[in-house]
Every structure is written in structure tokens, then in C-alpha cells.
């Protein structure tokens, strides 16, 4: 990886630190390299920008990397002063969390940058909200950075309510990108990967929620049903299942999982005849945040078809090994992220349900802002990541309003507020259960005596889930003591324009 350079760009100009990407996609955006080149060829005093150039041409006059690590790029999102990006939404969504007004040049199809135009049209609307200074053209280009370098990057701060504001409108994009409400699962997938109408489908119950929202002692509980196995975030099975060896919920650690050894052997003859490594590379390609609006899209692209394919085709021989092994009817995947529900979505043996779990985002910030180790991982020292209230704030918009929207794309979903599952844990356990179509069990859990947990065999997750005490449910209200009165209210903010939807209340 090549160094990047701390030096901010020249005094004479107005742009402190410029950072540019033309994002990850496997289409080249060679284009606005060029332009930026020209540009820079023009500013001879211009130094220390930096360019992410994917698989695209490399710059002359710029520094260069082919890609950056994820926190290396949240970093060069915080430092940038001006930030020159494609027109992709995850990127777009990173810089108006950080406050940045970004330069955005959407990536066309007719130049064979991207398989349609939905960048394009993504980006005129944002434009027309000013959430971002589009340019289409090298000379509007010229002219927005030209500008950038008189007077400076426009002064967006991230906690004036202005990012919550974007977040609705960029809620309203998504809605409209989203189009009518869909009869049914996606049809060009089908035509690739023909439904075999002699094998069942195998349910799964989703938990879609931002981590830390209590997904962990839910997905616990609905494994006491004697219809269900909870399996944990399956999206890490590769990295930290197969590749890290990291410990299951039964205390084993992976390789050593009776039940994940008998799963791996029906799905593959053992996990010795599949690499995670080459795995986790296909699952990249397939089920990342970037790609979501590449999932939601009609017209997905060979590539994208072919790394959903094949990688769908191994996560369906794993859930029907898993079914096997457990001898359940129904698998309770705790994964999560939007873009796994998105990937189960398109797989034509899956029969999809979300269960959309919320929990009021004070609590969640409260959570994310703790360090708690992670005991699983096995002979070295590593703690749960840490993310700033603001960003959770963000991200609670964001994974909520995902989910929110779930339905609109056929999939069956029902919305739980972590809250009422812990006020009412046998009535909200039975109206899940009910939801995922099994007999409900809720009564049965509890009674005078505390509540054990069975053995379980969640391949990773939050490190509650190798406690081995009775469970105890109360409302975790800690956040309203715990959490710095200034981030609380800054969530507030963030999260307000959403709150009401969830009885959350804005005046904490
Ligand atoms: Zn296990």
C-alpha cells in the first residue's frame, strides 16, 4: 500500500485536503481521473491530494492507491476538506455524514462506467436538494472545483440537524429509486438459477436491526422453540468462523463444533475441501453495503449476477445443512446487515422474513460507545469496535429505514422495538413465532424458575452469547446516566425526524 501523505494541499488554495474516489465498482472510471489530471495540470501548486482509483487508470499529477482499508477511508473522509467522488450512494451517504457537500460525478453507461444509469438519476435528485454539486461535463468539473479553490469547501458542520435533514431526503431518493411496492421476489435471478420445484424452501428468519439493539438474547430465546436454530450472524461465518477459528456459542471453538463440523460435512464433505478465503473474497463481491444498489436495481449486472449466484448457491447448501443437522424447521439468521437480507432475497430456495428490531438509538449509541472485549476471539486480546454517537445516529436512520422499506420489496416483515420485547417477552416471543409460522412457545419459557438457555450454536455475534447464567430481562435504561448529555442530544437530533415513527422520545 502506497504511503499517504499528511501534507495539506498549498496555502494559496482554498482546499485544505481534497480526497478523491472513483469507488470500487470492477467498470472503470478512467474518465474522471482524466478530467481531475487536466484539472490538476493547471494548478501546479496544488499538492497532497489523493486518489482511491480502484481499478481505474492511475493519475499523473495525484497520488494514487488502488484501495484503501476501511478505516483508512473513514479517516480520509474526516480529513477532506473537499471530497470529488462517483455517484455511488454508499460513498455519497459517507461524505453527508461527515458534513461533506461532496463534487460527484455520476458514472454513465453509455462510457461503460457503470451496467445503467441509476447513478445518474440518483444523483440529479440529490443535486436538485443540494446535497451534492453534480458535474456531468469536464467543464461544469472544472468550474465546481475552480470554485472549491476560491472559496473553499461549502460549510456543512455534522451536528446542526443538517445530516438528519439529508438522511429524510435521502430517504425520499431511496423510496423513489425504490419504485412500486413488488408482487414478488426478483424475476431476473429466477431466470438464471431456475426454481427447483421438487425441493422445499428453506425458511429463514432475518434479524435486520443496527447491532447492539439486543439481538443477541432475542435470537437466544427464539432458539428455546423446539421448531427453530438460531445460528448467529451467518455473514461472518468465513471470517471469523473458518478462517479465525473463533469460538461457537456452544463454547467450542469452530473446528472443533460438532454441529458446524456435521453441517460443513453435508454441505461440502468438510470444511477442508472449501477455502474461506476464497469464500469471504466471493462473499465481498456479493454482500456489501456498496453493492446494495446494485441488489435493488432491476437490471443487475452478469457480474453481479454471477458472484450472487455462486455465492447464493453456497449459502443455500449451508441452510439446508443446517436444517439437516439441527433437524429445526426454521433458521434464525441474527446477520443483520441490509445487504445480506438483500442477497438472501434474491435466492430462489430461500423463503425470506425479516424480523426489523429496533431499539431506541440512545441506548444503541450508549452500547457502541462501551468497549467490551470479544472472548471469542481465540489467543490474542480484541475488543468490539467503537463507533461515535453521531455516526450511530446515522446508521440508525439509515438500517431503520432499510427495513422500514423491506415490504415494498416483497419480502414479509414485522417490526419489534426492543423495549416491548423486554416489557412483554412472552407475548412479543409468540407474535414472532407466529410470524415465522411455528407453534408458539412463549408461555413455556417462563415461569417461577429463572431461565437456563440450551446449547447453542451461533457461529459469531456479541460475546453475551457464551454466558452461561440465567437469563435476566430488564429494560436497559443505563444510556439515560451513562451517555454524556451532549451525544444524547446529539442523537436526538440526528435520529428526530424518525423517533416519532418508533414512540421514541425526542426530549431525553
Ligand atoms: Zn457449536
Given at each position: 500500500m502506497t504511503d499517504i501523505s499528511d501534507a495539506p494541499l498549498s496555502e494559496s488554495s482554498g482546499i485544505e485536503r481534497l480526497f478523491v474516489t472513483v469507488g470500487t465498482d470492477y467498470h472503470r472510471?478512467?474518465?474522471?481521473?482524466?478530467?481531475?489530471?487536466?484539472?490538476?495540470?493547471?494548478?501546479?501548486?496544488?499538492?497532497?491530494?489523493?486518489?482511491?482509483?480502484?481499478?481505474?487508470?492511475?493519475?499523473?499529477?495525484?497520488?494514487?492507491?488502488?484501495?484503501?482499508?476501511?478505516?483508512?477511508?473513514?479517516?480520509?473522509?474526516?480529513?477532506?476538506?473537499?471530497?470529488?467522488?462517483?455517484?455511488?450512494?454508499?460513498?455519497?451517504?459517507?461524505?453527508?455524514?461527515?458534513?461533506?457537500?461532496?463534487?460527484?460525478?455520476?458514472?454513465?453507461?453509455?462510457?461503460?462506467?457503470?451496467?445503467?444509469?441509476?447513478?445518474?438519476?440518483?444523483?440529479?435528485?440529490?443535486?436538485?436538494?443540494?446535497?451534492?454539486?453534480?458535474?456531468?461535463?469536464?467543464?461544469?468539473?472544472?468550474?465546481?472545483?475552480?470554485l472549491a479553490v476560491e472559496r473553499g469547501a461549502p460549510e456543512v458542520a455534522v451536528d446542526d440537524g443538517h445530516a438528519a435533514v439529508s438522511l429524510i431526503k435521502f430517504e425520499d431518493q431511496m423510496v423513489e429509486l425504490l419504485g412500486p411496492r413488488a408482487e414478488t421476489r426478483s424475476k431476473e435471478l429466477a431466470d438464471v438459477v431456475p426454481i427447483r420445484s421438487d425441493v422445499q424452501k428453506i425458511p429463514v428468519l432475518f434479524i435486520g436491526s443496527v447491532p447492539r439493539s439486543g439481538s443477541t438474547i432475542l435470537s437466544d430465546l427464539l432458539n428455546e422453540n423446539p421448531h427453530m436454530v438460531n445460528i448467529g450472524e451467518l455473514v461472518h461465518?468465513?471470517?471469523?468462523?473458518?478462517?479465525?477459528?473463533?469460538?461457537?456459542?456452544?463454547?467450542?471453538?469452530?473446528?472443533?463444533?460438532?454441529?458446524?463440523?456435521?453441517?460443513?460435512?453435508?454441505?461440502?464433505?468438510?470444511?477442508?475441501?472449501?477455502?474461506?478465503?476464497?469464500?469471504?473474497?466471493?462473499?465481498?463481491?456479493?454482500?456489501?453495503?456498496?453493492?446494495?444498489?446494485?441488489?435493488?436495481?432491476?437490471?443487475?449486472?452478469?457480474?453481479?449476477?454471477?458472484?450472487?449466484?455462486?455465492?447464493?448457491?453456497?449459502?443455500?447448501?449451508?441452510?439446508?445443512?443446517?436444517?439437516?443437522?439441527?433437524?429445526?424447521?426454521?433458521?434464525?439468521?441474527?446477520?443483520?446487515?441490509?445487504?445480506?437480507?438483500?442477497?438472501?432475497?434474491?435466492?430462489?430456495?430461500?423463503?425470506?422474513?425479516?424480523?426489523?428490531?429496533?431499539?431506541?438509538?440512545?441506548?444503541?449509541?450508549?452500547?457502541?460507545?462501551?468497549?467490551?472485549?470479544?472472548?471469542?476471539?481465540?489467543?490474542?486480546n480484541r475488543a468490539m469496535d467503537t463507533l461515535h454517537p453521531g455516526r450511530i445516529g446515522l446508521r440508525w436512520l439509515w438500517f431503520n429505514f432499510a427495513f422500514a422499506n423491506m415490504d415494498r420489496l416483497g419480502v414479509p416483515t414485522t417490526t419489534i422495538r426492543y423495549e416491548d420485547f423486554v416489557a412483554n417477552p412472552a407475548e412479543t416471543l409468540d407474535q414472532i413465532f407466529e410470524f415465522a409460522g411455528v407453534e408458539p412457545t412463549g408461555d413455556e419459557l417462563f415461569g417461577d424458575e429463572p431461565l437456563m438457555l440450551g446449547e447453542g450454536h451461533s457461529v459469531s455475534g456479541n460475546p453475551r452469547r457464551l454466558d452461561r447464567k440465567p437469563v435476566e430481562l430488564r429494560v436497559d435504561e443505563k444510556w439515560r446516566s451513562d451517555l454524556d448529555p451532549k451525544m444524547r442530544s446529539l442523537v436526538s437530533r440526528v435520529t428526530g425526524p424518525m423517533l416519532d415513527r418508533y414512540h421514541y422520545s425526542k426530549d431525553v
Open positions: 472510471f478512467d474518465r474522471m481521473v482524466w478530467w481531475l489530471d487536466e484539472w490538476m495540470a493547471t494548478k501546479p501548486d496544488v499538492q497532497g491530494a489523493i486518489v482511491q482509483r480502484g481499478t481505474s487508470a492511475k493519475s499523473e499529477h495525484v497520488e494514487s492507491v488502488d484501495y484503501l482499508q476501511r478505516t483508512q477511508l473513514v479517516e480520509e473522509f474526516q480529513q477532506a476538506t473537499v471530497v470529488v467522488c462517483h455517484g455511488g450512494p454508499a460513498t455519497i451517504l459517507e461524505c453527508r455524514s461527515n458534513g461533506i457537500v461532496p463534487i460527484v460525478v455520476p458514472r454513465e453507461e453509455k462510457y461503460d462506467e457503470h451496467v445503467n444509469d441509476h447513478q445518474v438519476d440518483f444523483c440529479e435528485r440529490l443535486a436538485a436538494h443540494g446535497e451534492i454539486q453534480m458535474a456531468r461535463t469536464k467543464d461544469e468539473f472544472f468550474r465546481l472545483l475552480n461465518l468465513w471470517e471469523r468462523g473458518v478462517i479465525e477459528n473463533n469460538l461457537c456459542g456452544c463454547g467450542q471453538s469452530f473446528s472443533d463444533c460438532v454441529f458446524w463440523g456435521k453441517v460443513g460435512e453435508i454441505a461440502f464433505g468438510g470444511w477442508q475441501h472449501i477455502s474461506g478465503e476464497r469464500m469471504h473474497t466471493l462473499q465481498m463481491r456479493a454482500d456489501r453495503t456498496r453493492h446494495i444498489p446494485r441488489l435493488l436495481v432491476p437490471n443487475i449486472s452478469r457480474y453481479m449476477a454471477t458472484s450472487t449466484v455462486q455465492y447464493g448457491a453456497v449459502v443455500s447448501r449451508i441452510l439446508r445443512a443446517i436444517l439437516e443437522v439441527s433437524g429445526k424447521t426454521v433458521i434464525v439468521d441474527t446477520s443483520k446487515h441490509v445487504s445480506t437480507a438483500l442477497l438472501l432475497r434474491q435466492l430462489p430456495d430461500i423463503d425470506l422474513r425479516v424480523l426489523h428490531l429496533v431499539r431506541d438509538p440512545r441506548g444503541v449509541a450508549n452500547s457502541w460507545s462501551k468497549v467490551i472485549d470479544r472472548p471469542e476471539v481465540q489467543g490474542e
